[in-house]
C-alpha cells in the first residue's frame, strides 16, 4: 500500500505520465470497471483504478515499483472498457518506461525477469518465441525443472512450438529495439 503525505504530494509524475500517455488523468471518475476486468489484477497488490486514483492525488516514484506496472500484459481490456474513453494501457505503459528511465528499484518476485525473457525472444526473433522464452525465463530463476510436467500436454495442444517464428522481419524489429534503447541512454 503507498500512503501518500501531504507534503510530498506533487505532480512530477502524473505530468511526466499524462505527457507520455497522451491521457487526462482527471477524467477518471474512479468506475473500476478497468479493473474489473483486468487479466492479471487479482496475482497483483494494486489495480489499474487505483494506479490511476494514485497518480491524480499526486503519488511519486514508489508508485514505479508496483508489481502491477511489470505484470501488465497489454491486453487492452482496461482501455475498451473503460466509459471515459481513457487508454489506461498507455498510462501503464508510460510508468514502466519511466521506471526503466528513472532506475526505479523492481518488485520482489520473478516478474521483471519474465519482462526481459520476453523481450529478448522478441529482439532475436522478431516475434514471440515460447520455448526461447520459458528457457531464458528458466535459467535466470534457476529452477529449471518447475512447471515441466506440463510441456507435454502444452506442446500437444499446439499451445507452443518447437521452432522458432518463420516471416517475422527480424532485421526491422532489432532496429526497432537499437533506437528506443538509443532514446532512453540505455548501452545494453
Ligand atoms: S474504467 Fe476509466 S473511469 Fe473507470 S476507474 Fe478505470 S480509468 Fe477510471
Ligand atoms: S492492459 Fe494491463 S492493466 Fe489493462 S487490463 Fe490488461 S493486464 Fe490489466
Keep these: 500500500m503507498i500512503t501518500i503525505k501531504k507534503k510530498k504530494a506533487g505532480r512530477a509524475l502524473k505530468d511526466a505520465v499524462e505527457e507520455l500517455s497522451g491521457v487526462d488523468l482527471s477524467v477518471c471518475y474512479q468506475c473500476k470497471k478497468c479493473s474489473s476486468g483486468c487479466a492479471v489484477a487479482k496475482m497483483a497488490t494494486t489495480r489499474p483504478s487505483e494506479i490511476m486514483r494514485l497518480l491524480h492525488l ?53 516478474v521483471p525477469l519474465f519482462n526481459r525473457a520476453f523481450l529478448k525472444t522478441v529482439e532475436t526473433f522478431g516475434r514471440s518465441y515460447e520455448i526461447g522464452m520459458i528457457a531464458a525465463y528458466k535459467l535466470g530463476t534457476g529452477k529449471l525443472m518447475n512447471d515441466t510436467e506440463k510441456f507435454p500436454t502444452m ?34
Design 155 to 188: 506442446l500437444a495442444k499446439g499451445k507452443i512450438a518447437l521452432l522458432p517464428p518463420r516471416g517475422a522481419d527480424r532485421q526491422t524489429v532489432k532496429r526497432i529495439f537499437r533506437k528506443s534503447r538509443q532514446s532512453r541512454g540505455a548501452n545494453a
Design 58 to 110: 499526486g503519488a511519486g516514484d514508489e508508485l514505479l515499483s508496483k508489481d502491477l506496472v511489470w505484470m501488465c500484459v497489454s491486453c487492452e481490456t482496461c482501455s475498451a472498457r473503460c466509459p471515459m474513453g481513457i487508454d489506461v494501457v498507455a498510462v501503464i505503459d508510460a510508468l514502466r518506461r519511466l521506471a526503466l528511465e528513472r532506475g526505479a528499484p523492481k518488485p520482489e518476485g520473478n
